[in-house]
């Protein structure tokens, strides 16, 4: 028998808590759920407002996984959700994680979390912007944050306050607070800097996303900041070898990195992180800091 929890009064039922969902580290699903709830603040903080799609990875990242957009069936009536516009014109309904409760329902799907760059209650007018820089082997997370530096000074140079957080896989999400402007405007003005980033570091980026293109490169993927596209959540788990997280980092962690394991965390990293630095990300979630997007370079 599943046991029962009982969590903000509702009733959950946890299932396989002994399951071993990363055999490298060993780490069980009860740990993960551990570490959903601990971390829950920063999490519902980070998720609060925006339709949720999940990765699904119910047997451990070498099992099957599967991406899901849609309110997963046998959803508790409780979890609230929203309906998303589709470019086919048919409304779907994505779950919103909005309390600890549903953030727990979630987790016991075993599933990473991903968002849209703008939230439920104004669907294709970002509040954020992002670029998620992707390195292609051999480049690592090393030569990711070398062009962190360039997009840092760039961006600010827009008057734009730029935080950054590991992808929890190979490489790093920068992240900038903007005034809602629609998505397709938000997507031209990273595509530009991309292009300028490629022009600037010819030998490091590369703004398309040619296989051939990117071995030793640092694809800057600007596409993300379409309505239709998600990132991973910060504080998420990744479904990889070992429970990694997409991180928030400090810009002299990027500035002095040189060897990838330098910016690699796992879950159990995270409590002190959070004990030392506070969430990084928390000026993300201050209006204030928000700032209008500067028009797309000519």
Known sequence: MSPITIVEGRRLSLTNLDKVLYPETGTTKGEVLHYCTTTADALLAHLHDRP??????????DGQRFFTKNV??????WVKTCEVPHTSGEATRQVLIQDL?????????VVELHAPQWTGD?????????FDLDPGEPATIVECCAAAQWLHGRLAADGLDVHAKTSGSKGLHLIVPIEHTPSERATAYA???AVEARAALPDLVVHRMTKALRPGKVFID??????????AVAYTLRARATPT????????EIAACTAPEQLSFLFSDIAARRE???????????????????????
């Open 276 to 298: 030392r630095h506070g969430d990084l990300l928390g000026p993300l979630l201050d209006l204030n800091r928000a700032a209008p997007l500067p028009k797309p370079p000519s």
């Open 101 to 109: 409760s549903s953030l727990v329902w979630a987790a016991n799907l």
């Open 245 to 252: 997280v997409s991180t928030p980092v400090t810009w002299d």
């Open 191 to 193: 595509r530009a800097l």
């Open 72 to 77: 997963p069936p046998g959803t508790p009536s």
């Open 122 to 130: 104004a669907p294709g007018s970002a509040d954020r912007l992002v």
């Open 52 to 61: 949720v799609s999940f990765l699904r990875y119910p047997d451990g990242p």
């Open 222 to 231: 600007f596409s993300q900041n379409a309505a239709a596209k998600t990132t």
